[in-house]
């Protein structure tokens, strides 16, 4: 069969083949157009039956939605299919088998070897043709070009074979100069060709070139042909365009099952997950087709996002009725999905009875236990790991960041360097991230020195994660340094973003709200979900209600309202402002509640001492089917200090039910909140017997609980045990000194005090002073202890003054137990007067109408002077005045507290 050569009766041109109504040339649309530009509107079902379609049966070896990326294969047995052209016995016919056992084996040798023996007969174009198909399955693309080069007339499957093989070699220009060389050269494409240029499209974005080869398509009559339209729609779907996605599915006259799977897939990228099970069960419904791994797969990622467990489950379950479940690509899918939506040992269970695992299901399983807070067992994992890559390091290094272990994170980067592994930006945030966490100055220098070395400095996920490490050390000039000199092509938001909430951190709250108003008027901020869930918990760690009233406006105009995230974030804002109304309404209204939203409502409850309404709350989620996490057990433990009755009994049956009932084993954190509830109802021995039980090494946190519980129930011999148990656990830890220093001043030992803060300030640990703060229109108010910087300083000494004198008469008595230094008993008083509280509520007091609440923020607990003062400011002024400090809301009225004195 000879070539089709130009200028023949049946040559066209790539002009000729264009609408009269695009010019040849390209792009159709302008060069600096996003995805978000309207693209140029799909042709109606009544256009496209005008182009007189070619009949086209081509047979689908996959079912995968990229399946026509692949296509290789496909292009290549019409190639071999020529060899019966020839006679039997021919060497020619020799030679075709020859190649296909090269390619078998993958033996270039041999290929070249047959080649060498063609070169001495005529030229044929099928040899060539099978010639370039045999090398580019060897993934030798030079080869394959040599010959194609040599070629004298080559024809459309020559081309093809070309263009494919550029595609996928990362030549995609070369692809495109080839096909409109075949265009100009009158040879006319076929349906390979078509999905070898859209796969050229597909891989360098080009939207202009694919809406141009779609136009091309439609001229030629092969948009009825299901295996370029599944191209087109993966084309579509990975430039951005779902609704053009959409109508062309809608438009094919006949989908097969890659069709389905690209446009379920495509909605499952845009986070349309209801979207996508609709068109799953219409797929259901179509005759002939059955669900294939990649379906299952997309879904179970969809049923990860939408946190819906019980869709997930049947998918799992549809996966065993069909045998696909021990399908390597479903069972990963499903060790996503039980991460996310159930237990750790639904995990385990999946990971041991899989017959065959990859480096992803490795990967995986390290995933799913740092995400379960199982960071020895993730560790252990990466460790009998058959192969690793840096993508196995990296999962294990942002796991041991965020579950904070940042010693083991910086041993593990010592390791990734030894061993000569990539080190990537996701590994230097996370190492970033670690050094931020262990708080280690000279360790974040050499990070810092090792970063600039290797000139990557300018990467925007690193400056940011810069910035975040050095507000996490105090080192604020160094953040406001890296901030002010970022490269200025970077994402800007992020890092603005990141020290924004750094200022929020280190308590510069007016320069953290200043910049984002300052963020915002430059058009600066993108006001995306992740920026706006940032702002959000900003709003609510601060108190600043109207600033929060105003992002959840934003977030409902903007419609992000319906991301999780964000409205997780708005549920916290609205608890931590005082607003519990609207943080249950935002639940309430929230398109999908995962474990964190339901953890949200729970812990706002808790925050306001309603230990009775948490429990509601934790019935209602049981209903819900929502599985708990560790958090959960830690909120609802919690819970019971709060109840108006002493419910002792069924916080110790939920307790010991965790591992039975609900497969969670209690934790460090359990432990101390139990204690807690122990403690607030005086069960003081069982605490201990309790402690002594842990079969694990308490942590500090347990006997902070328990010193607590001693302080409100004024037992000294349980005080000094846990005291003594907080120094031996954490010696090195700056709370640690505090402690031991306070513990000296209140047994009199005023010069070993002195040498614990001494070594302490030696040894750079320092201790953020106590701050109270007041938000009035819409600036931030803040106060240190005996603080003088206040513009308005006089008149707010001047009624404390009178606020202290009033109270004194009203039978308030200081408690100078609270001052822990080595001055005289009218020193003390003076002192205990000037507390950053006291000073927030006078200026409160000052600044609103008579009978108007006061509301103040502290950034440490109340002292018990400050909170017996309180009491009698309500008195006095007639007030209610509302504190949340680190334990939770205090309402003072009429000199009562809401919190009965137990915080």
């Known amino acids: 069969m000879a070539a089709i050569v130009p200028h023949s ?93 090269s390619t078998r084996y993958g033996d270039a040798d041999l290929a070249r070897a047959v080649h060498a023996c063609f070169l001495k007969l005529e030229e044929d174009v099928y040899l060539g043709n099978a010639l370039i198909a045999t090398y580019l399955r060897l993934g030798l693309v030079q080869d394959a070009d040599k010959v194609f080069s040599g ?19 990362n030549r995609e220009d070369e692809a495109v100069e080839l096909f409109f060389a075949m265009l100009d050269s009158g040879i006319e494409p076929n349906e390979y060709t078509f999905v ?47 609704e053009l996605v959409l109508r062309l599915f809608d438009e094919m006259p006949e989908r097969d099952i890659t069709s389905w799977n690209t446009v379920i897939s495509s909605l499952v990228s845009e986070f349309r997950y209801d979207e996508a099970f609709g068109y799953f069960r219409g797929m259901q419904r179509s005759e ?35 045998g696909l479940e021990s399908h390597l690509s479903v069972s990963n899918s499903l060790i996503g999905f039980y991460t996310k939506c159930g237990s750790v040992n639904d995990v385990m269970k999946l990971f041991e009875a899989m017959p065959i695992r990859d480096v992803i299901t490795w990967t995986g399983m390290i995933t799913s ?43 593990l980067f010592i390791e990734m360097l030894d061993e000569g592994m990539e080190i990537s930006d996701c590994t230097l945030t996370s ?18 020195c090792f970063i600039i070395k290797f000139g990557i400095l300018s990467n925007s996920c690193i400056e940011t994660a810069l910035v975040d490490m050095y507000t996490r050390l105090g080192r604020m000039a160094d953040a406001e340094k890296m901030f002010h000199q970022r490269s200025l092509e970077n994402d800007y938001t992020a890092m603005l973003t990141s020290m924004i909430c750094g200022y929020a951190r280190n308590k510069q709250l007016n320069e953290a709200i200043s910049l984002f108003h300052s963020g915002q008027s430059e058009g600066a901020i993108v006001m995306d979900e992740v920026v706006s869930t940032s702002i959000l918990s900003l709003c609510g760690s601060i108190g600043f209600h109207e600033m929060g009233k105003q992002m959840h406006c934003h977030a409902l105009k903007s419609g992000i309202i319906t991301d999780t995230g964000v409205g997780n974030a708005t549920v916290s804002m609205y608890s931590k402002c005082w607003n519990m109304d609207d943080a249950v309404r935002v639940f309430d209204t929230m398109n999908m509640q995962d474990v964190v939203s339901w953890n949200g409502l729970i812990s706002g409850h808790l925050l306001h001492r309603q230990g009775d309404k948490t429990l509601e709350i934790w019935k209602k989620m049981e209903k819900a089917g929502v599985k708990p996490d560790n958090i959960t057990f830690v909120l609802i433990i919690s819970a019971y200090k709060h109840t108006e009755l002493d419910l002792v009994d069924r916080c110790r049956s939920l307790f010991f039910s965790m591992k039975t009932k609900y497969n969670i084993k209690p934790t460090s954190e359990h432990y101390a909140s139990f204690i807690s509830v122990l403690g607030r109802w005086g069960y003081l021995e069982e605490a201990e017997e309790t402690i002594r039980r842990i079969p694990f090494e308490p942590g500090v946190n347990v006997w902070r609980a328990l010193l607590d519980s001693c302080r409100i129930n004024k037992n000294e011999r349980l005080e000094k045990v846990a005291a003594r148990c907080i120094l031996a656990v954490e010696p090195k830890d700056p709370f640690t000194y505090i402690l031991k220093s306070n513990l000296y001043s209140a047994s009199g030992r005023w010069l070993y005090s002195e040498k614990v803060r001494e070594d302490m300030r030696e040894k750079g640990f320092r ?25 308005q300083v006089k008149d707010i000494y001047s009624g404390l003054d009178i606020l202290v004198l009033e109270c004194l008469k009203a039978g308030y008595v200081p408690d100078t137990s609270f001052v822990l230094q080595e001055v005289e008993e009218h020193q003390k008083k003076e002192f205990l007067f000037y507390h950053s509280g006291k000073l927030a509520a006078t200026f409160g007091i000052l600044l609103t109408r008579p009978g108007q609440p006061v509301r103040i923020v502290k950034s440490v607990r109340l002292c018990g002077d400050c909170h017996t003062f309180l009491k009698y400011v309500s008195i006095i002024t007639r007030r209610k005045i509302f504190v949340r400090d680190t334990s939770g809301f205090h309402c003072f009225a009429d000199g009562q507290c809401s919190c009965k004195d137990y915080w």
């Open 288 to 322: 002939g087709l059955r669900v294939d791994n990649f379906s299952l797969s997309t879904l179970l990622t969809a049923s990860t996002g939408s946190v819906k467990p019980m869709k997930g489950q049947q998918l799992h379950a549809l996966g065993l009725k069909v």
């Open 9 to 101: 009766a049946n040559a066209i041109s790539a002009a000729s083949l264009l609408p009269s109504a695009i010019p040849f040339r390209f792009p159709s649309m302008p060069i600096n157009s996003s995805p978000s530009t309207p693209p140029p509107p799909l042709l109606s079902k009544t256009s496209l039956s005008l182009c007189n379609p070619k009949p086209c049966h081509l047979p689908l070896n996959s079912t995968s939605p990229t399946h026509f990326l692949a296509c290789a294969v496909s292009i290549s047995e019409p190639l071999f299919a020529s060899r019966s052209v020839y006679n039997s016995t021919s060497p020619i016919t020799s030679g075709f088998d020859l190649l296909r056992l």
């Open 431 to 448: 190492i970033i991230n670690a050094c931020g966490l262990l708080r280690n100055l000279k360790l974040s220098q050499q990070i810092q």
């Open 767 to 791: 201790k953020h002073p106590s701050q109270s703060w007041i938000i009035h229109e819409n600036r931030i108010h803040s106060f240190y202890a005996r603080d003088k910087s206040h513009p």
């Open 151 to 169: 070629l004298s007339c080559p024809n459309v499957v020559s081309y093809s074979a070309m263009i494919s093989g550029f595609s996928k070699s």
């Open 369 to 411: 236990y740092m995400e379960f807070g199982k960071s020895d067992l993730a560790v252990e994992v990466f460790n009998n790991m058959p192969e690793r890559n840096c993508v196995s390091y990296n999962a294990v290094l942002a796991g041991l960041s965020r579950n904070g272990n940042g010693s083991r994170a910086l041993e």
């Open 196 to 242: 070898a240029i859209l796969t050229a499209c597909i891989r360098n974005m080009d939207y202009q070139l694919g809406s141009q080869i779609h136009d091309i398509i439609i001229k030629l009559g092969y948009l009825n042909c299901v295996f370029i339209c599944n191209a087109l729609l993966g084309f579509y779907s990975k430039c951005g365009f779902l």
